[in-house]
């Protein structure tokens, strides 16, 4: 038996004991005879004396594992028409992890994140705000694989990559994340609501702080529109770390 499954039955007996004696004393209080009770410990027992981790599975996984997974990976279709899995790179931990929505062509030829136009144009973005690609941030996406023709990552593609992405995140426990698009906001948000909703605010994911903007490759389409927004966005993100911009 391992240690900490002995630590947990242990523990377990030593509780129902107590809750037990309670009851006992209860009934006696009551002065009605006592009948013992089934209790579920599991719950209280996973926060005492957590279950030991399966080193094997995404929850137990570093970062190079877990990247090695994803570069086996074959759970959904975008499998098929890849060239290199795409995990995601930088600093961890991080002080903004930025998530993206998938692969594009350079990216599917290079095995790194936001390396195409699309790339530049946010790493200009990250120096307008004194950051550095290379220096506490992270950059991922939510799929890992790239989608045909760039078409959107569909549900269920989304759904298979995200244990992978919710490991990363833990591992690279960012101050704040920056979601860039549609597809990275209403996946990581679990919501229907469009970037021009939900940006402009602070969210947060499991206690971490998230800003939503717009993806840099649909700024570069519509600079005109989306170039302020995106401004006050990434201000938003300096304001949450405490980077002075001047003025
Ligand atoms: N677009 C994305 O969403 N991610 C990348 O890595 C590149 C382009």
Redesign the pocket.
């Known amino acids: 038996m391992s240690d900490q499954k002995g630590r947990r039955e242990a523990l377990s007996a030593s509780i129902e004991t107590y809750l037990d004696l309670i009851g006992e004393a209860e009934a006696v209080i009551a002065g009605k005879p006592y009948t013992k009770e089934e209790w579920d410990l599991s719950t209280i027992l996973d926060v005492l004396a957590p279950p030991p981790l399966d080193l094997d599975s995404i929850d137990g996984a570093n970062l190079r594992v877990l990247e090695a997974m994803v570069a086996s990976c074959s759970k959904c279709r975008l499998c098929e028409g890849r060239t290199m899995t795409?995990f995601g790179e930088g600093s961890a931990p991080a002080r903004v992890m930025v998530i993206?929505?998938?692969?594009?062509y350079?990216?599917d030829k290079s095995g790194r994140?936001?390396?195409?136009k699309?790339?530049e144009y946010l790493e200009s973005w990250l120096k307008s705000i004194h950051l550095d690609r290379m220096q506490g941030v992270y950059?991922a996406?939510i799929v890992k694989c790239r989608p045909p023709n760039n078409r959107d990552p569909q549900t269920d593609e989304r759904e298979a990559c995200m244990p992978y992405l919710l490991r990363q995140i833990q591992l690279v426990k960012p101050q704040l994340i920056l979601l860039?698009?549609r597809t990275?906001a209403q996946t990581l948000l679990n919501t229907e609501q469009g970037v021009g909703a939900l940006r402009g605010r602070y969210h947060r994911w499991q206690g971490i702080p998230v800003v939503v903007t717009y993806?840099p490759?649909a700024v570069l389409r519509n600079t005109a529109e989306l170039r302020r927004p995106v401004w006050e966005d990434l201000k938003r993100v300096a304001a949450y770390l405490g980077i002075e911009l001047g003025r």
Do not use: T
């Open positions: 795409v993206g929505e998938g692969p594009g350079e990216e994140p936001f390396v195409g699309a790339g950059i996406n860039l698009g990275a993806h490759a």
